[in-house]
């Protein structure tokens, strides 16, 4: 599989894996502690940025360049 499509494919699988968790949380969990959700979320926001950054593509050049 092409460098390419490989880093789309994962992204893609992490996209799903963020909807399962998602649906989790907000249908299946019996209760949501608003303060540690807020907490994990802006704690760890910038790990996970810094690990996606990696497998997004460069954008194509732009027209005339």
Do not use: C, N
């Not at 949380?25 to 910038?46: D, F, N, S």
């Amino acid at each position: 599989m092409p460098h390419e499509t490989d880093d789309a494919s994962r992204l893609w699988d992490m996209l799903e894996a963020a909807r399962k968790i998602r649906q989790f949380v907000a249908h299946e969990y019996g209760e949501i502690i608003q303060e540690k959700l807020w907490r994990v979320a802006t704690v760890h926001v910038t790990e996970l940025i810094a690990l996606l950054e990696p497998l997004i593509p460069p954008l194509p050049p732009a027209v005339g360049e």
